[in-house]
């Protein structure tokens, strides 16, 4: 049975890795990806939020202000003129060469300039317009008027730093303290973290990347589980409508051949991220990254990352695939198994709405739950070792429970298999389904 096993193993991985849509998806997903990277180092170079911006001061006070805070700099931490704040636009990447010109105006006189400006915003004369009264000094409300609410967002935000700037120090004035001293005082406090550690590891170094790493490994493995999930119910399907099956069967048994689809497909899988590590490791080389303009070099990714991305990447892979193609057998169509396909694609959905409760509280009470239960196991104790390894023994339990339900699994699934691959007509009752998986050999 091993050797028929193989052959079926084989056969399922060269029909996959033989299609021009396998290589072409394996080597055009890293380089949209890459070319997403590349037209962000472009537009983190040349991105310039430019535009003539109108101020109506009604007040009298804030115009002259507000055009000292933009000279000044007004992004800052409080560390000093023009220093540009940790995560505002400047740090982004993001440049503004804007232009505050004043319209004259009084409350009487705004109904008519209003309808002026707003023609002149429409028709892109002006890139937007800003009123400031009474109500700015004393509750900070300013309106601003442009073509969209939803454009211009880090423009805005900028604008509005740099009016709460200038309203912060009239009304300091009006309070008869010196507006320097508000410049000299003013200081913004950064949390620098650090693990509770004597020797701290090289992922605390490098919070904002393993961030990204865990997220993107994260939602890597949801994705191939669908995928992958997909294909196989696919081929299910496609061999049953075809009665290929009937010929297979033959001498193969059904339960062989379920797993020897099981374990090509995977492979396919596995050959595809083999491809994709090797172009990640040629990206990430030196030159590489001077090539994109990247002159920091990346850093490497904790080894206890990938090594559990890799195990429960494959015990998830398994356990949706049995739960997949056990699914698939009994029916004709994927319509005919749309209602039980939504049990696992929801689990899924669930799941990953979860991640970033996980990932802010990793030892709280819903992570350590979901990685324990083993349909969510696979993306929640990832989740929880990517960002805060729990105790060794944590892994193993949640690994060992995931292995004994994908051994369950497949073993269900091939007592399911075996009946529903040969079946065709009547679309099958769950209780029929039930009968077919508790019948004995």
Known sequence: MGGKLGHVIRREYLQQIRTK??????????????????????????????????????????YEPLLTEQKAGAASDGNGPGAPRKGGPKAAGMKTELTFFEVPATPQTLPDLRRRLNEDVQKERIKAYIVLDNQTLLKGAAEWRAQSVKADVVMREQIAEMLTRAVTKERLKDRGVDPVIYDAARMRVAL???????????????????????????????????????????????????????????????????????????????????VWSLLALFVSAPGALALMGMTEELPRIPLLTIGT??????????????????????????????????????????????????????????AVVLSFIPFTSPLMMFMRVSVQPPPLW???????????????????????????????????????????AARAD
């Open 21 to 62: 849509a396998f290589w072409i998806s394996t080597f055009l997903i890293p380089l949209i990806g890459l070319g997403v990277i590349l037209i962000q180092v472009a537009l983190n170079r040349t991105l310039v939020a430019r535009g003539k911006i109108a101020v109506v001061d009604l007040t009298g006070r804030l």
């Open 192 to 274: 620098d973290p650090h693990e509770a550690k004597e020797v701290e590891s090289e992922a605390s170094k490098n919070v904002g990347f393993n961030i990204a790493v865990s997220a993107s490994l994260f939602f890597l493995i949801y994705i191939s589980i669908f995928v992958y999930g997909a294909s196989i119910m696919r081929g299910v399907l496609e061999e049953k409508n075809n009665r290929i099956v009937e010929v297979i069967v033959s001498s193969v048994r059904p339960a062989d051949l379920m797993l020897g689809k099981i374990f090509g497909i995977g492979l396919a899988g596995l050959t595809q991220y083999l």
């Open 309 to 366: 991305f890799v195990l429960f990447f494959l015990l998830g892979y398994f356990l949706y695939a049995s739960l997949y193609a056990a699914i698939a057998a009994p029916f004709n169509t994927e319509q005919e198994a749309q209602q039980f396909l939504l049990i696992p694609m929801m689990i899924l959905v669930l799941t990953s709405t979860t991640w970033f409760f996980a990932f802010n509280q990793p030892n709280g009470a819903l």
């Open 394 to 436: 944590q892994i193993g339990v949640s690994a060992g429970i995931l292995l004994a339900t994908v051994w369950g699994m497949a073993w269900v699934a091939g007592r399911i298999y075996r009946v529903g691959i040969l079946m065709y007509g009547k679309k099958p009752t769950l209780p029929e389904i039930v009968r077919w």
